[in-house]
């Protein structure tokens, strides 16, 4: 079954601390690729997808990632981190014609220290 | 504005009492879908709806139940809750999907269940 990794569970960085996330994937064929964002309280949120093309995909917030097709990843990165990208964060994966059902990892909880 | 509603917000009942959780989206969209979000385990899909009276199951179905109806409504019905279905929902809804990609899905506030 198509599962999605996210390896860092909680990371806490200080502000202006460049950031990645790792995700990986465990589908084979074509998948578009989606990292949402979730702020104290708030609902999910698109930061970015990757539905073809130029494999590194620019989002909302300054924020990144790099589709690896080889390395079936789709790492998110940021230079310099905010206080207020304190959030949870959830990399997420659908097949290619499929269902449109999302695969999401199990996110991650990055904490800003100002 | 853009969006998906859903009702109510929070809610606490006891085993056995049958609940309805409304969705309601003003996009047009075509697709709708329901995910429980639980600690550790991220976002997991219980039901989705390709269409007005087309639904399917997620990876987690049991003890719930959906309609589509009408193309702006997706209700999640729970028949009997226990104390496992405990959780953060959250409706979402696209466009359309399928073909040549899959649209964005767009998510509710969430509805925050607690079965005593």
């Known amino acids: 079954a198509q599962s999605v990794s996210q390896h860092n569970h909680h990371v806490i960085l200080s502000e202006a601390a460049s950031l990645e996330l790792g995700c990986n994937y465990s589908?084979?064929?074509?998948?578009?690729l989606f990292w949402y964002v979730q702020y104290p309280g708030q609902h999910l949120q698109l930061l970015l997808k990757?539905?073809?093309?130029?494999?590194l995909v620019k989002g909302i917030k300054g924020f990144e990632a790099e589709f690896i097709k080889s390395k079936f990843s789709f790492n998110l990165r940021k230079p310099s981190v905010q206080w207020s990208d304190t959030a949870e964060y959830f990399c997420?994966?659908?097949?290619?014609?499929?269902?449109?059902?999302?695969?999401f990892g199990q996110g991650t909880t990055l904490q800003v220290k100002p | 504005e853009a969006q998906v509603t859903q009702n109510p917000r929070y809610l606490i009942t006891v085993t056995g009492k049958k609940l309805t959780v409304t969705c309601s989206q003003n996009?047009?969209?075509?697709?709708m879908s329901w995910y429980r979000q639980d600690p550790g385990l991220g976002l997991r899909q219980i039901y989705y709806?390709?269409?007005?009276?087309?639904?399917d199951k997620g990876d987690v179905p049991e003890g719930y139940k959906v309609s589509r109806k009408e193309k702006r409504n997706f209700p999640l019905i729970l028949e009997s809750p226990s104390p496992n279905q405990t959780s953060l929902y959250f409706c979402?809804?696209?466009?359309?999907?399928?073909?040549?990609?899959?649209?964005?899905?767009?998510f509710g506030p969430g509805t925050r269940l607690t079965v005593t």
């Open positions: 979402a809804s696209s466009l359309r999907t399928g073909g040549l990609s899959s649209y964005e899905q767009y």
């Open positions: 589908y084979g064929g074509t998948v578009n």
């Open positions: 990757y539905f073809s093309g130029d494999p």
């Open positions: 997420a994966v659908t097949e290619w014609g499929n269902t449109g059902k999302l695969i």
């Open positions: 996009m047009n969209h075509e697709y």
């Open positions: 709806s390709m269409n007005v009276e087309v639904t």
